[in-house]
Nanobody, 124 residues
Framework: QVQLVESGGGLVQAGGSLRLSCTSA????????MGWYRQAPGKQRELVAR??????????DYSGAVKGRFTISRDNAKNTIALQMDSLRAEDTAVYYC???????????????WGRGTQVTVQS
């Protein structure tokens, strides 16, 4: 059974920081495009950040809402990805999901494997 496990969510004041992590025992992150998505109450799940397969040749993308505040990274040796979230805002409140999909699969849509999510709540 494929498993992606997120951790690091919690409650934080606006302007604060959180760091999310995702790991897996049976998905090799360096061979896949990895992403963080989020879903706020009453809204559709949306892409937050993604990093393509590889190492030095990997590329990263961010949604406009988080660009400049969030940083995605991958540690291939530890097979983890992280999402460093700074300058958090109330509108960042959501459940955050880790996603793995095959290289080249577009980031849109409900493809690949998903974690169960971790709640991030930002109090204004």
């Amino acid at each position: 059974q494929v498993q992606l496990v997120e951790s690091g969510g919690g409650l934080v004041q606006a302007g604060g920081s959180l760091r999310l992590s995702c790991t897996s025992a049976n998905i090799i992150f360096s061979l896949n495009d990895m992403g963080w998505y989020r879903q706020a109450p009453g809204k559709q799940r949306e892409l937050v950040a993604r990093i393509t397969r590889g190492a030095e040749d990997a590329t990263v993308d961010y949604s406009g809402a988080v660009k400049g505040r969030f940083t995605i990274s991958r540690d291939n040796a530890k097979n983890t990805i992280a999402l460093q979230m700074d300058s958090l805002r109330a509108e960042d409140t959501a459940v955050y999901y880790c996603n793995s999909r095959r290289p080249g699969v577009p980031p849109e849509g409900d493809f690949g494997d998903w974690g169960r999510g971790t709640q991030v709540t930002v109090q204004s």
